[in-house]
Every structure is written in C-alpha cells, then in structure tokens.
C-alpha cells in the first residue's frame, strides 16, 4: 500500500487552469498505476483518468479529453493533473489513487488520497 495526498485544488474561473499533484510516499511506487477521481455535489464519484507505472500510458474519460492531461515524475513520487479550459462542470473534489497493474474502475484501487476541492466560476 502507498499513502497518497493530494494539493494544488482551488478556485479558478471557466477557461483558467490548475494543477494538482499527487505525492505518494512508499518505496515502490513507480510499480503503481496511478488514476484520478472526481465527485461533484449530489452526484457518484467519476473517473477522470489513469496513467501507468511508467507513465507510457494514459486513459482519459471523454469529458476531460483534450482538457487535462495527467503525468508522473516517479524521482518526485507524485502525480500531475494539469487541467485546462475548466469549465463549472469540473468542480468537484478530485481524488487520486492507486493500484499495482492497471485498471479503470474504483474497485480497482485499493489506496485514495483525501481529495482536494477545485471550484469552477462561470
């Protein structure tokens, strides 16, 4: 298991941008697959997109493609949503997690951060 925090969340405005970032601690994390989330007020936690151990690999829901775009810097052990053109429908709080190989669905991952909020204003 790894134990993951995220930051970077905020308030920004339709069309701004904001970084999160996801720092893991463990020593074997570069063996994680590493994918966000994301639940908005009222509504089921959503999955937002996946990057793979070694970062060769990506998955992007459809409402955030072209938009964000998700990385590792696995000498950091942390993980990058860059979000851009936001619109109001992005906010949520976002969650990151992980699991050893590779996998879509929340049951997939056995390790969650604590999620950070981001706010979109129109």
């Known amino acids: 298991q790894v134990q993951l925090v995220e930051s970077g969340g905020g308030l920004a405005q339709a069309g701004g941008s904001l970084r999160l970032s996801c720092a893991a601690s463990g020593r074997t994390f570069s063996s994680y697959a590493v994918g966000w989330f994301r639940q908005a007020p009222g509504k089921e936690r959503e999955f937002v997109a996946v990057?793979?151990?070694?970062?060769?690999?990506?998955y992007y829901a459809d409402s955030v493609k072209g938009r964000f775009t998700i990385s590792r810097d696995n000498a950091k052990n942390t993980v990058y949503l860059q979000m851009n053109s936001l619109k109001p429908e992005d906010t949520a709080v976002y969650y990151c997690a992980a699991l050893q190989g590779w996998g879509l669905g929340q049951a997939d991952f056995g390790s969650w951060g604590q999620g950070t909020q981001v706010t979109v204003s129109s």
């Open positions: 990057i793979s151990w070694s970062g060769g690999s990506t």
